[in-house]
């Protein structure tokens, strides 16, 4: 079975600190994906990033940036000079990989990030 | 590019009814997804359809049901519904591989479901 876990509830930061956010996983399959995903108070979630378990590699995208470490089994994200708008619920997200799949995500709990100005 | 959309947003039912939701997706997505989202439970996946075929299915009683139409609309049911059912539904909509899953899903802003 799947599962995610996200261990931080509720992060509070002030404008321009930069924040960072945990997520770890456990799998029984070989080949997967991680995603990670923003759902702000509107409430429609939306997709941040995709990582394939062969791609270790960590990804910045503007402020955005993620850590992939297969050897502990975690998929962190971090906000650099955080801003207002990012406040929102961020949601950490593992898949199998494959057509057999699907769609099918097994989301963490959720980090709420409240960012002050 | 209209969003996925759903339909109600917001509804209010009793114990014991039953609740259609509905699901517009991205023109073009004909895989669909859906998801409950509760305080307690979180995010869970309900199931997909692709093609009008339930390609995956979460574990849920058989009072959740859904089906996919020709034009890739979606609908779920759920029927004699109870306290716990009272929940966030969300539908995801994605590209339409069929050999794969990209897991990159658009979602709509939900139907609210409160049951008394």
């Known amino acids: 079975a799947q599962k995610v876990t996200q261990a931080q509830t509720e992060i509070s930061v002030v404008e321009k600190e930069d924040v960072t956010l945990d997520c770890v996983y456990e799998t029984r399959d070989t080949t997967y994906y991680l995603f990670w995903y923003k759902q702000p108070p509107s409430g429609e979630l939306v997709f941040l990033i995709r990582r394939n378990s062969f791609d270790e590699q960590n990804e910045i995208s503007g402020r955005y940036s993620w850590n992939f470490q297969k050897s502990t089994s975690s998929f962190n994200f971090t906000i650099t000079a955080s801003q207002v708008v990012d406040s929102a619920v961020y949601f950490c997200?593992?898949?199998?990989?494959?057509?057999?799949?699907?769609?099918?995500?097994?989301f963490g709990g959720g980090t709420r990030v409240l960012v002050k100005p | 590019k209209a969003g996925v959309t759903q339909t109600p947003r917001y509804l209010i039912k009793t114990r014991g009814q039953q609740v259609t939701l509905s699901c517009s997706p991205i023109s073009g997505h004909r895989s669909v997804s859906w998801y409950q989202q509760t305080p307690g439970q979180g995010l869970q996946f309900l199931f997909e359809y692709f093609s009008e075929t339930q390609r995956n299915k979460g574990n849920f009683p058989g009072r959740f049901s859904g089906r996919q139409f020709s034009n890739s609309r979606s609908e779920m049911n759920v029927s004699t519904l109870e306290l716990g059912d009272s929940a966030l539904y969300l539908c995801?909509?994605?590209?339409?591989?069929?050999?794969?899953?990209?897991?990159?899903?658009?979602f709509g802003e939900g139907s609210r479901l409160t049951v008394l």
């Open positions: 997200a593992l898949s199998e990989a494959g057509g057999a799949a699907g769609n099918k995500l097994t």
């Open positions: 995801a909509s994605s590209l339409p591989a069929a050999s794969m899953n990209t897991g990159e899903l658009f």
